[in-house]
């Protein structure tokens, strides 16, 4: 039988999640798009060293199996595994850490200093709060940020 709409995102974490895990990769987001006849279903790999296309491959194919088997999914739906790429998503707070010396912006959800952007390079993540200093106006300042009030986070491409 059929998952019920609203959790096919949370049956898709856990299945590729434990996919991804028994290969050593990990799932570091999950988007479900559509509606009950047609689902566009997005899963993001990284691992160290980076995601190949047969790791796509492999994650895909599995996924798909178990999706299908299960029946998590009434009607049809595309699947696409990916890398999360250079500017990738910041979501969790292990992110925050594994990606301590490079260069974010980040949204807040709350206006500080009557603004809600922020570029700056991640300096550290002590008490649920992160270390972002600010390269602005050849002027570094460190600014303190709650876990919480983090919107939306995403590494800086630098070259």
């Keep these: 039988m059929a998952v019920p709409y609203s959790s ?16 050593n990769i990990e799932v ?6 559509g509606n009950p006849r047609r689902w566009a279903i ?9 995601i190949s296309h047969t790791d796509c491959e492999l994650i895909s194919n599995q ?6 088997v299960e ?5 049809s739906y595309t699947l ?14 292990e ?8 260069k974010v912006r980040l949204r807040l959800r709350h206006a500080r200093d009557g603004r809600r952007q922020f570029t700056g390079r991640l300096r550290g993540f ?5 270390a972002l200093e600010l390269s602005e106006n050849k002027e570094n300042k460190m600014i303190h940020v709650a876990f919480d009030d983090i919107e939306n986070a995403r590494l800086v491409v630098e070259l």
């Design 8 to 23: 096919i995102s949370q049956q898709v974490r856990k299945i590729s999640t434990r996919v991804a895990s028994s290969e």
């Design 71 to 75: 029946e998590v999914v009434s009607g």
């Design 28 to 33: 570091v987001d999950v988007a479900c798009k």
């Design 126 to 130: 002590i008490d649920y709060k992160i």
């Design 42 to 50: 997005k899963i993001f790999i990284d691992k160290p060293g980076g």
């Design 80 to 93: 696409e595994v990916s890398s999360p790429g250079l500017d990738r998503k910041l979501i969790r707070i």
């Design 63 to 68: 996924v798909g199996t178990i999706l299908d």
């Design 95 to 102: 992110d925050y850490k594994r990606f301590s010396g490079k």
